[in-house]
């Protein structure tokens, strides 16, 4: 859920960074170029790059200028000249990975060279299994960026639970086990990029099925498409001379294929179809649930319910924050750890407060602030959108970002094109970084 990825993201970085700050860095941008600003919207550093990465991973900042990657170490303003086709954050060994004419290297703080590489491509997985590319072929290298399954295939993926990944040899897919050794022989010409509850789907002569750890199929490939979930509980949507309906995992057909569209819900069951142009939802024994309409985010709503409106994580959410925003009737309003409604449910959209003192708010295109403290709430229709951090209020108007008191007065004119915040559950994002 987004909601607990993005409280997640925020003690990961409350651990890392104290509290106690005498400024705030946020990156900002005017005239095409980027910059970074203190919380009172002062230039710490003008704007002079054509990019600026997250900030919170590490005091050194991967910049761009002229098409090139560098470092700027945010301890004393120094760089290291933009001269890389790629970069990747300094990791907790002081080190990071940057490609220079082609190839793989890792450097550190000052720009000097640790380790030189014959490597083009680096693929990193969560699981473990990074996969690297060499005079044009895929293998598996260590996390010394040895080869440990030497490079020898044109295409290569993650290795999953069942210790599979796919291979590509001679322009057919198979699999490999963690050893390199072949366990379903390249015969396929796709792949799915995992298997879930040891199966896969696969496509042979033109047509998709599943297969087991073994290559065999057991469900039949006769199918123009399928989408096989993670979930193995979960129905299968699948493309039938032309039209798209849904089977189970034994291949079995529960909704009979004959909608233009097919988009399913595995959380909910709930699927939005789409026939003779109308939209409409049905549940996965494909009885119909809502009346047909030619309006996208009608049906759209109806099948992606919110999955982080569920009430007692809110009332944990309100225990840590103080308060959480809850939909009731496709309003939000704001819930205490009890449970108990203590801001009314008035809002189209509330976000949640965090460690600050604001939640941003929308009402009708009217966007403002809502205050935990006093539970009022001022709605600045003149603004376009409201981003809230460290209870810097920003405001963006006529384009343009600026910083306002809780009255809606801009205290920081507005003349940033934009500020950068990662997970605000917007188009902007947020990153930030602070000292003491």
């Known amino acids: 859920m987004k909601t607990k990825f993005l409280l997640l993201a925020l003690l990961i970085v409350s651990a890392s960074f104290s509290t106690a700050q005498d400024r705030i860095l946020i990156p900002a941008g005017v005239d095409g170029k980027c910059g970074i600003i203190d919380q009172n919207g002062n230039w710490i550093i003008n704007p002079q790059f054509d990019e600026i990465n997250d900030l919170f991973w590490d005091e050194m900042v991967e910049v761009k200028s002229n098409g090139k990657w560098g470092y700027l170490n945010l301890s004393d303003n120094t760089t290291i000249t933009p001269q890389y086709e790629e970069v990747s954050p300094f990791l907790g060994d002081n080190t990071a990975r940057v490609k220079l004419n082609g190839k793989w290297r890792l450097i550190d703080k000052t720009g000097k060279t640790v380790l030189e590489t014959q490597i083009e491509e680096i693929e990193v997985s969560l699981l473990g299994s990074n996969r690297a590319k060499s005079n044009g072929k895929w293998g598996y290298i260590d996390t010394n960026y040895r080869f440990v399954i030497e490079p020898q295939f044109e295409d290569a993926g993650d290795f999953y639970s069942c210790g599979l990944a796919y291979v590509k040899t001679n322009g057919k897919y198979g699999f490999i086990d963690t050893l390199g050794k072949m366990v379903i022989e390249p015969q396929f010409e796709e792949v799915g990029s995992f298997f879930s509850d040891r199966r896969a789907k696969a496509k042979i002569n033109g047509k998709y099925g599943v297969i087991n750890e073994e290559g065999q199929f057991i469900i039949e490939p006769k199918y123009e498409e399928i989408q096989l979930e993670i979930d193995s509980a979960s129905l299968i949507v699948i493309k039938l001379n032309g039209k798209y309906g849904l089977i189970d995992q034994t291949g079995k057909t529960v909704v009979e294929p004959q909608y233009e569209e097919l988009s399913y819900n595995a959380r909910n069951g709930k699927s939005r179809v789409t026939q003779n142009d109308k939209y409409f939802i049905i549940d996965q024994t494909g009885k119909q649930l809502t009346a047909p309409t030619s309006i996208l985010s009608y049906a759209s709503d109806d099948l992606y319910e919110d999955p982080d409106n569920d009430i007692e994580w809110k009332k944990n959410c309100a225990a840590h924050y103080g308060l959480a925003p809850l939909k009731m009737q496709n309003k939000s309003g704001y819930i205490d750890s009890t449970g108990a409604v203590v801001v009314k449910a008035q809002f189209d959209y509330a976000e949640d407060f965090y460690d600050y003192d604001y939640a941003k708010v929308r009402n009708k295109r009217k966007f403002g602030v809502l205050n935990r403290k006093t539970l009022t709430c001022t ?55 602070s000292f003491k």
């Open 379 to 433: 709605y600045y229709p003149k603004f376009e959108d409201i981003l809230i951090y460290e209870n810097i209020i920003f405001a963006k108007r006529k384009g343009k970002w600026g910083i306002v008191n809780e009255k809606g007065v801009f205290t920081v004119e507005p003349k940033f094109d934009w500020v950068k915040f990662t997970w605000t559950g917007n188009n902007s994002e947020w990153s930030y970084h």
